[in-house]
C-alpha cells in the first residue's frame, strides 16, 4: 500500500515529469497504485497522488455500475498521456477525490476525450472515451499539471471549501487511508 499525498503536500503542485516505459519496478508500482487506490475506495489515481512526479495514472471505472449502470467499465493503466482533442457538451458531475477527502464539488468538463497513451504492456494507443470515463480521464490528467478539482469551481465554491482544503493541508482532517499532507 502506498500512501496518499493529500492537499497541502508540495507535489499535488507539480507538473509531472515524463517517465520512461524501461522504470524498475514500474509493474509493480502500478499494481500498488490499484491496490491503493481500490483501498480508498477510488476510481483513479495519479502518481502524483503518491508522491511520485510521474505522468502516469490508473483508473478503474467498475465502482460506477451500480449507480450508473450505462457506464463503460475500463481499467487501465495510462503512460505519458498527450491530450488530442476535448470535446462535446458540458456536463457537471458532484466529484471528489483521494488527495482532498471529504470535499465533494459540483466540477462542469467536457464530455469526449481523445488521449494518446502508453499503456501497461507498452503499447502506444490513441482512443476516444467519452462520459463519465473521459470524466475520470480529465481529472486525473489535472493531478499531472499540478491542479485539484477545487481549481476548476466558481470563486464563491472556492471561498466555501477553503477552510476544508486547510483543515486537510493542516492535519486536522484525517481520511480512512494512510496519508501525508507534506
Same mark, same amino acid.
Given at each position: 500500500?502506498?500512501?496518499?499525498?493529500?492537499?497541502?503536500?508540495?507535489?499535488?503542485?507539480? =507538473? *509531472?515529469?515524463?517517465?520512461?516505459?524501461?522504470?524498475? !519496478?514500474? !509493474?509493480?508500482?502500478?499494481?500498488?497504485?490499484?491496490?491503493?487506490?481500490?483501498?480508498?475506495?477510488?476510481?483513479?489515481? *495519479? *502518481?502524483? !497522488? @503518491?508522491?511520485?512526479?510521474? !505522468?502516469?495514472? @490508473?483508473?478503474?471505472?467498475?465502482?460506477?455500475?451500480?449507480?450508473? $449502470?450505462? @457506464?463503460?467499465?475500463?481499467?487501465?493503466?495510462?503512460?505519458?498521456?498527450?491530450?488530442?482533442?476535448?470535446?462535446?457538451?458540458?456536463?457537471?458531475?458532484?466529484?471528489?477525490?483521494?488527495?482532498? $477527502?471529504?470535499?465533494?464539488?459540483? &466540477?462542469?468538463?467536457?464530455?469526449?476525450?481523445?488521449?494518446?497513451?502508453?499503456?501497461?504492456?507498452?503499447?502506444?494507443?490513441?482512443?476516444?472515451?467519452?462520459?463519465?470515463? *473521459?470524466?475520470?480521464?480529465?481529472?486525473?490528467?489535472?493531478?499531472?499539471?499540478?491542479? @485539484?478539482?477545487?481549481?476548476? &469551481?466558481?470563486?464563491?465554491? =472556492?471561498?466555501? &471549501?477553503?477552510? =476544508?482544503?486547510?483543515?486537510?493541508?493542516?492535519?486536522?482532517?484525517?481520511?480512512?487511508?494512510?496519508?501525508?499532507?507534506?
Amino acid at each position: 500500500m502506498l500512501t496518499i499525498c493529500v492537499f497541502g503536500h508540495p507535489v499535488l503542485r507539480k =507538473k *509531472a515529469n515524463e517517465i520512461s516505459f524501461e522504470e524498475p !519496478q514500474l !509493474q509493480e508500482f502500478i499494481d500498488e497504485m490499484f491496490e491503493t487506490m481500490y483501498n480508498a475506495e477510488g476510481v483513479g489515481l *495519479a *502518481a502524483p !497522488q @503518491v508522491g511520485r512526479s510521474w !505522468q502516469l495514472f @490508473v483508473i478503474d471505472t467498475h465502482a460506477f455500475k451500480e449507480t450508473y $449502470p450505462d @457506464v463503460e467499465e475500463m481499467k487501465e493503466v495510462f503512460i505519458n498521456p498527450v491530450v488530442e482533442e476535448i470535446s462535446g457538451e458540458d456536463f457537471s458531475f458532484n466529484e471528489g477525490c483521494l488527495s482532498l $477527502p471529504e470535499i465533494r464539488e459540483d &466540477v462542469v468538463r467536457k464530455s469526449e476525450l481523445i488521449l494518446t497513451y502508453t499503456n501497461r504492456n507498452g503499447e502506444r494507443k490513441t482512443t476516444h472515451f467519452i462520459g463519465l470515463v *473521459a470524466r475520470v480521464i480529465l481529472h486525473e490528467l489535472d493531478h499531472l499539471e499540478g491542479h @485539484v478539482f477545487t481549481d476548476r &469551481v466558481s470563486s464563491i465554491r =472556492k471561498m466555501i &471549501v477553503k477552510k =476544508k482544503l486547510n483543515d486537510i493541508a493542516s492535519g486536522k482532517t484525517k481520511p480512512k487511508y494512510k496519508s501525508k499532507n507534506n
